[in-house]
């Protein structure tokens, strides 16, 4: 049973380009979270998606990211124009239920590092 | 508000050493989950421990135990006779609700743990 599996590891981008980045979940799970992480810092929350449903993005930027988890096929978090600003490591992670609903665990992967020259 | 402190930052131990890693944690529900995550060098998340809010009984697994305190909202992490390999940041997190979307995870900004042979 594969674990949560993220592509690609590693991403260089231009100023400007667009960043996509992918996240199969283990089998099984259909909830799915993206976060962020800076360098030196904790990881931040940026949005919870459902199989076709965002159920909170309170945590994406206004502008030039958006998510989706298609009902076939794995979630992408896009970054439209990166700036360096975007430069961090991106985690997904996925549960059975949601991880407000009791035991249930979120299960991450290994993270993309994207990075923004 | 909802936040997650780790006030030690880096902390240093040489090996067989035990250390401990304070967490202290801020919420208005009553119902939440508390976890500790492990990041090695490598860069993936490795989830070690969660503890929902009705559960106050310490718990030890090998060399790690946790300490859950709600008088002082803390959730402390020990490592007994300290290795290098446990060399690491370390992440505490809370998740609040039951259900629903709250279910997104509250990092704190994690300890940097290094272990010297």
């Known amino acids: 049973n594969a674990g949560v599996m993220q592509n690609p590891r590693h991403l260089v981008r231009r100023r400007g380009q667009e960043a996509r980045l992918r996240c199969s979940p283990m089998k099984g799970h259909s909830h799915v979270y993206w976060y962020r992480q800076l360098p030196e810092e904790g990881l931040k929350f940026m949005v919870y998606?459902?199989?076709?449903?965002?159920?909170?993005e309170s945590g994406m930027p206004k502008e030039r990211f958006s998510a989706e988890f298609p009902k076939e096929g794995p979630s992408i978090l896009r970054i439209q124009q990166v700036v360096r600003g975007d430069s961090a490591a991106y985690f997904c992670?996925?549960?059975?239920?949601?991880?407000?609903?009791?035991?249930?665990?979120?299960?991450f992967g290994q993270g993309t590092r994207l990075t923004v020259v | 508000a909802q936040k997650v402190t780790q006030a030690q930052t880096e902390i240093s131990v040489v090996e067989k050493e035990d250390v401990t890693l304070d967490c202290v944690y801020e919420?208005?529900?009553?119902?939440?989950?508390l976890f500790w995550y492990k990041q090695p060098p490598s860069g993936e998340l490795v989830f070690l421990i969660r503890r929902n809010s009705f559960d106050e009984q310490n718990e030890i697994s090998g060399r790690y135990s946790w300490n859950f305190q709600k008088s002082t909202s803390s959730f402390n992490f020990t490592i007994t006779a300290s290795q290098v390999v446990d060399s690491a940041v370390y992440f505490c997190?809370?998740?609040?609700?039951?259900?629903?979307?709250?279910?997104?995870?509250?990092f704190g900004k994690g300890t940097k743990l290094s272990v010297k042979p």
């Open positions: 997190a809370l998740s609040e609700g039951y259900g629903g979307s709250q279910g997104n995870l509250i």
């Open positions: 919420t208005r529900d009553t119902t939440y989950y």
């Open positions: 992670a996925s549960s059975l239920l949601s991880q407000g609903a009791g035991n249930t665990e979120a299960f």
């Open positions: 998606l459902q199989k076709e449903n965002i159920i909170d």
